[in-house]
């Protein structure tokens, strides 16, 4: 734990000041490995691929950038009208024409996000892939971004 503040406050009560020490503690946000997180969710899809008889969706670089362009935004609280931006810049690229599915959260821990059904669709074969955490977010705070598409 991190002693992060504290507080004294008086309050009279007859003829006396009764004193109240208040003190905060939290457990400071952990700084997120951007590498590690996204080939653990990757892991976790692919698993939950594997258990419908799936194929492991491949990561492409061009999705990447996609995803990683609409994760910093998200991070950074954008998230209004996020997913439909991702996907008309993903259809203007040609990246879509066999279908396509855009998921962004911002979440605590990535860990801990739990994925929309469309990972598990026979419909997509790609993946872009981004978790971004802004260096001076107050709350440590991670922009998470998927985007799947079908063959190209």
């Not at 990561?59 to 950074?76: E, F, G, N, Q, Y």
């Not at 605590?108 to 802004?134: C, H, T």
């Amino acid at each position: 734990m991190t002693h992060v503040g504290i507080g004294i406050a008086g309050k009279t009560e007859g003829a006396s000041v009764r004193w109240y020490l208040t003190q905060l503690f939290i457990v400071p946000a952990t700084d997120v490995d951007r590498d590690i997180e996204e080939k653990a969710l990757l892991t976790r899809i692919d698993s939950l691929r594997r258990s419908e008889g799936r194929r492991a969706l491949a990561r492409t670089a061009s999705l990447d950038r996609m995803a990683l362009s609409a994760a910093k935004v998200a991070a950074a609280g954008g998230t209004e009208d996020l997913a439909k931006r991702l996907m008309d810049a993903a259809r203007e690229d040609g990246q879509t024409r066999g279908g396509g599915f855009a998921w962004i959260r911002v979440v605590a821990d990535p860990a801990s996000i739990e994925f929309p059904a469309e990972v598990k669709s026979s419909q997509y074969e790609r993946v872009g892939v981004a978790v971004v955490q802004l260096p001076d977010h107050p709350n440590g705070l991670v922009g998470v971004t998927l985007l799947l598409t079908g063959a190209k």
